[in-house]
T-cell receptor, first 112, second 115 residues
């Protein structure tokens, strides 16, 4: 079983829709949860990170963490064609010596 | 404030040659990670280094691969005697010192092609 599971998609939605992207994980020691966006042939770009359970909002993006279910989500409101990319979840434990583990990424396409 | 710099962006090597990939972290960052990404796949952790120390190399193949992050200069990922299966995008990320690695910033990657 992978430490982090993410549906690869592809996910296609019309412009303006609300997008929900999700990951599950197995290691209960994970405490920091991150979302990255990766455009084709580019490096991943950090969107936001959250600590432990709860919500965090940044503009059109909301990250949610449910540690009891080992489930994290990223919501994108008012989706735009420029949001079309691959979204990767990532997580790590509370330690300066811990590696960051990534999901396999979900490919998202926003139709104009 | 330059971001994470990787070079070269593209590298072509013949089977059996050596590949050297370089990564200069962001200013003030002392942690470096290397990841490999195959087409249509996620990022696979390879190695995590701090200055002059390998912290976690659990993702590195046992043979032919090595990494270093010297006191001065960039981090180097070295692949000896490359094979076709080594063809991939290799990404480096860096993060600032601290109690937890929550903000890792990535370079644009080096795309290695073995012919």
């Amino acid at each position: 079983q992978k430490e982090v599971e993410q549906d690869p998609g592809p996910l296609s939605v019309p412009e303006g829709a609300i997008v929900s992207l999700n990951c599950t994980y197995s290691n209960s020691a994970f405490q920091y949860f991150m979302w990255y966006r990766q455009y084709s042939r580019k490096g991943p770009e950090l969107l936001m990170y959250t600590y432990s359970s709860g919500n965090k909002e940044d503009g059109r993006f909301t990250a949610q963490v449910d540690k009891s279910s080992k489930y994290i989500s990223l919501f994108i409101r008012d989706s735009q064609p420029s949001d079309s990319a691959t979204y990767l979840c990532a997580m790590t434990v509370y330690s300066s010596a811990s590696k960051i583990i990534f999901g396999s990424g979900t490919r998202l396409s926003i139709r104009p | 404030n330059a971001g994470v710099m990787q070079n070269p962006r593209h590298l072509v090597r013949r089977r059996g040659q050596e590949a050297r990939l370089r990564c200069s972290p962001m200013k003030g960052h002392s942690h470096v990670y290397w990841y490999r990404q195959l087409p249509e796949e996620g990022l696979k952790f390879m190695v995590y280094l701090q200055k002059e120390n390998i912290i976690d190399e659990s993702g590195m193949p046992k043979e032919r691969f090595s990494a270093e992050f010297p006191k001065e200069g960039p981090s180097i990922l070295r692949i000896q005697q490359v094979v076709r299966g080594d063809s991939a995008a290799y990404f480096c990320a860096s993060s600032p010192p601290g109690v937890a690695n929550t903000e890792a910033f990535f370079g644009q990657g080096t795309r290695l092609t073995v012919v």
